[in-house]
């Protein structure tokens, strides 16, 4: 929520403060009590993770095994010392099965996420934001990896990448997002996309970490993080990651379509409850098979200052 001083009387008269803290109250209880859930194997999986002498990458699978399959396979080419743990919330028990049988034939961790309780694509954000929560509850906290990360199903890595240099100085790493209507105020809210955002465990065990959205702060998913961790950090210390829009042209229509690249990953977008998600994956995983190692240099090339 906002701090109370900063609604305005004719919003204290609506009783907005009030609306907003109930939504809160709702959103906490949901979340503790999803929490509470158990999934099979979970054990296993803890003691996996707790092995692991490199980072670990979460990722939340949505309905989605092309995604995961194309993930996972760049990520043994080019981060072949991440282990990464595919983490399903998916709301079609067959996709499911799909991406569960995707996982096995590459030899990732697998997980079935408890059912969400925001089910037939209800409130996305908010269903992303409890399986994180989950995830950091039931799988980080217990295994305490010393670097994870936590990246989109549909974030493809271009290039090697080590992601625990990019925590060694500094507790957090990531691709900074605002409030969108005061991006550039002094002091505005800020938050770490949790598409690409890597944390030191030695840094955040102890904050309650919340991945949960702010609707009143204009912060989406892992908004909650605001008050928990970046309102401490210093902005202009704060080394982030590096955004740039970059191009491809679809063969069939001739076409540019435009995509986002955080560093060197590509984020393919709408690749979940969005439309347009497999058609935009398979004709980046076309481009990419063309040329795996030339690709990423071909998309640079299609910056604009």
Not at 94 to 109: P, T
Not at 137 to 164: R, T, Y
Not at 169 to 188: I, L, T
């Amino acid at each position: 929520m906002r701090n109370l001083a900063d609604y305005s009387l004719s919003e204290w008269g609506r009783a907005v403060p009030l609306a907003h803290g109930i939504r809160r109250a709702r959103n906490l209880l949901v979340d503790r009590i999803y929490r509470g859930r158990t999934a099979p194997g979970q054990g296993e999986l803890v003691a996996r993770i707790a092995a692991v002498g490199g980072p670990v990458a979460f990722t939340v699978a949505f309905n989605m095994p092309q995604a995961i399959a194309f993930l996972g396979a760049a990520m043994a080419r080019y981060l072949p010392g991440t282990r990464l743990v595919v983490c399903d919330n998916s709301s079609d028990p067959g996709q499911r099965a799909a991406i569960a049988a995707v996982c096995a034939g590459q030899g990732l961790d697998y997980l079935a996420l408890p059912p969400s309780p925001y089910q037939g694509g209800r409130n996305g954000s908010r269903s992303h934001a409890v399986a994180l929560n989950w995830i950091f509850a039931n799988l980080i906290g217990p295994a305490a990896p010393q670097v994870f990360a936590l990246i989109d199903h549909d974030l493809i890595p271009l290039a090697p990448a080590d992601l625990a240099a990019s925590v060694a100085d500094q507790p957090c790493y990531g691709m900074v997002r605002r409030a969108e209507d005061r991006p550039e105020a002094q002091g505005a809210p800020w938050y770490l996309w949790p598409g690409y955002s890597v944390f030191r465990f030695d840094a955040v065990a102890g904050l309650g970490l919340d991945f949960g959205t702010d609707t009143p702060l204009g912060l989406d998913t892992g908004g909650q993080n605001w008050q928990r961790l970046y309102r401490t950090l210093a902005p202009e210390r704060f080394r982030q990651a590096r955004r740039r829009r970059v191009y491809l042209e679809d063969p069939l229509t001739g076409e540019s379509e435009h995509f986002l690249l955080a560093d060197t990953w590509l984020h393919v977008g709408g690749a979940g409850h969005r439309g347009g998600g497999p058609g935009a994956l398979a004709r980046v995983e076309a481009a990419y098979d063309a040329d795996p190692d030339g690709f990423l240099a071909r998309l640079l090339a299609t910056v604009r200052t």
